[in-house]
């Protein structure tokens, strides 16, 4: 059974204090990670997705990064508007269309 | 802007009294999702459609069901809900095929059980 574990729950950052958001994965065989972010009372929206281990994107100040065990979501210089839940979920090459999320790291960045 | 729309944002029902949701959308996507997400967990699918063929998930249960009468338009109906399907419901589409994979999710519809 595919598993996706998020750390740490909630993040509390000072706006400019960078960090990173965990997702450790478990999945027969990866076709795909994916990153969205979702606010209060609405749905996920889609930020990324992550195919090999060693692949990166960027996003203006959020960066992905996928090993063949975890992901990492990278964000620099945060500012109060990146206030959310990111939500990761991953996509197995057995089940097609199907993604187990995880249940997401809050992230609340302050003045 | 293509787009998922889900109607209502708001539902209120009461306890055992049937209710549908309904979501549309523009993209011209070929698979069309149902989740459900409670406070503070990750969304959980319900089943989703390919085409016109169903796929339930196994632990879905039967109070639950789905109709799509054409590409643009999906509906959950919940026959008999009960005070634990109070959640937000989401919609979601993808366009199947090889690197199209991200799904696109509406706003969601929040239930409430009274």
């Known amino acids: 059974e595919d598993q996706v574990t998020q750390s740490p729950e909630a993040l509390r950052l000072q706006e400019g204090e960078s960090s990173s958001l965990n997702c450790s994965y478990t999945v027969s065989g990866l076709r795909g990670l994916f990153w969205y972010r979702q606010d209060p009372g609405k749905g996920p929206e889609f930020l990324f997705t992550l195919y090999s281990a060693g692949e990166e994107k960027e996003k203006e100040r959020l960066k992905a990064t996928l090993t063949k065990k975890e992901s990492f979501l990278h964000i620099t210089a945060p500012k109060p508007e990146d206030s959310a839940t990111y939500l990761c979920a991953v996509q197995n090459t057995g089940t097609a269309s199907k993604l187990t999320f995880g249940t997401g790291t809050r992230l609340q960045v302050t003045l | 802007d293509a787009m998922v729309i889900q109607n209502p944002r708001y539902q209120v029902t009461q306890f055992g009294k049937p209710v549908t949701l309904s979501c549309s959308q523009t993209l011209n996507h070929n698979v069309m999702y149902w989740y459900q997400q409670k406070s503070s967990q990750a969304p959980k699918l319900l089943f989703h459609?390919?085409?016109?063929?169903?796929?339930n998930e196994a632990d879905t249960p039967d109070n639950f069901q789905s109709r799509r009468p054409n590409t643009s338009f999906c509906f959950l109906d919940i026959r008999s809900p009960g005070l634990g399907d109070a959640a937000m419901y989401l919609c979601a589409t993808s366009r199947a095929g090889l690197g199209d994979n991200e799904q696109f999710f509406g706003p969601g519809t929040r239930l409430t059980v009274l």
């Open positions: 459609y390919y085409d016109k063929d169903f796929n």
